[in-house]
């Protein structure tokens, strides 16, 4: 078959597969997905689920057994296989390669879990599912404080991570340094041996007291109110208000009177970060698959830098890397190799050949260019 013979002899249609392709190729180039990563399909997740103190064995039949036999609904999945230590199970499933979409898999896995829920021991922590192995960051910002406590951090990281969410085209906010507060309950030995009280009668109050109980709503003909039952632990202070009895009916004592009671960080401390040498919280963004980070990172920026100005005074939001910047540098490099190229190239065939042949044969170049972006596009 003589495609040059073809061509000469359907004009026509030539010049008009030579100007879509043209127009094609260009959109294509201007849009082309762009990102310093290759975004990486993984087709394995974990399943972590929790129940300090629960042995081995009970994990396994009462934990790991259940969630797998749930999986083993989903056709989509290869592979399961779990792990079971002392309070807690590890489930790792493996999607089959070929498949289009993952993340509907994934979805399809998060609500056999959700189902499982009731099955599972009560107590129990999770399942928690971790399908984020292949995402990669494209920028990632530090928060420091001078003079301001981990909680208050916390609060304006979370600000900032749901006003990133509001950009088209992120998939997922992470935070990294985040320090969880707990309260701690130290009994007094001598004060608990002479007011006979046990952990477990004091854990039993505490649990009693913060119980939410549906109250029922009361009607009326034109309202309807709901009616709350009061005793809700709101603060610390309630906590150390609580009333416990005395195993020798020795009366009743106040939780304060009976342990130490104080609110701090995990001890010892988890997931630190620091920035310039300064405690941090660390967001990482990451970006949706086939989107071009050229035009996702102005529009990212412009929410941080806007975060940043809202901030108190003595908190600092500083970029620690963003992609967008150095893959724009990259491209740019890359244009320029590639326009110096064609030009070199144009010139030696024109030389070579004359004007116009030269002319004719150099065209090829970025038309063949512009088509092999259309079909890596297709």
Do not use: C
Not at 119 to 145: E, H, K, R, Y
Not at 253 to 280: C, H, M, T, W
Not at 312 to 338: H, R
Not at 347 to 354: Q, Y
């Amino acid at each position: 078959m003589n495609i040059t013979k073809i061509a000469l002899d359907n004009g026509r249609m030539t010049w008009v597969l030579l100007v879509l392709v043209i127009f094609l190729g260009i959109s294509v180039y201007s849009d082309f997905p762009s990102r310093e990563d290759p975004s990486i399909r993984i087709n394995r997740s974990l399943i972590i689920t929790q129940f300090p103190g629960l042995p081995p064995e009970q994990v396994e039949n009462l934990i790991s057994k259940k969630i797998e036999e749930r999986l083993r609904e989903i056709g989509e999945i290869e592979f399961i296989n779990s792990t079971s230590t002392m309070g807690q199970s590890i489930v790792t499933i493996s999607a089959y390669e070929n498949l289009p979409d993952f993340d509907k898999i994934w979805d399809k896995v998060r609500r056999k879990l959700e189902d499982t829920k009731a099955s599972l021991p009560q107590g129990v922590q999770g399942p928690f599912m971790n399908d984020d192995f292949g995402d990669v960051s494209i920028v990632t910002a530090a928060l420091t404080g001078d003079g301001w406590a981990m909680d208050e951090l916390r609060g304006h990281a979370r600000d900032i991570r749901d006003k990133i969410y509001t950009v088209d085209g992120i998939r997922r906010v992470s935070l990294y340094g985040v320090q969880e507060e707990k309260v701690y309950l130290e009994a007094l030995p001598s004060l608990a041996e002479t007011q006979s009280v046990d952990i477990a009668s004091a854990m039993k109050a505490i649990q009693d007291q913060n119980t939410i109980i549906p109250a029922g709503k009361i009607f009326t003909s034109f309202r309807e109110i709901t009616v709350e039952t009061s005793g809700k632990l709101a603060s610390i202070d309630d906590l150390r208000e609580i009333e416990i009895n005395a195993n020798k009916g020795e009366g009743i004592l106040a939780l304060k009177d009976y342990v130490s009671i104080r609110q701090s960080f995990s001890e010892p401390p988890n997931d630190l970060a620091f920035y310039n040498g300064k405690p941090a919280i660390v967001i990482a963004a990451s970006m949706q698959q086939g989107r071009n980070i050229l035009e996702l990172g102005p529009r990212l920026k412009k929410v941080l830098i806007a975060a940043d100005v809202n901030l108190p005074v003595g908190m600092k939001l500083s970029l620690a890397t963003f992609q967008p910047e150095v893959v724009g540098k990259s491209i740019n490099d890359v244009k320029t190799s590639l326009y110096q190229t064609l030009a070199i190239v144009l010139l030696v065939v024109i030389i070579s050949l004359g004007m116009v042949e030269g002319l004719i044969v150099g065209v090829t170049v970025p038309i063949t260019i512009l088509a092999t972006l259309l079909v890596m596009f297709l």
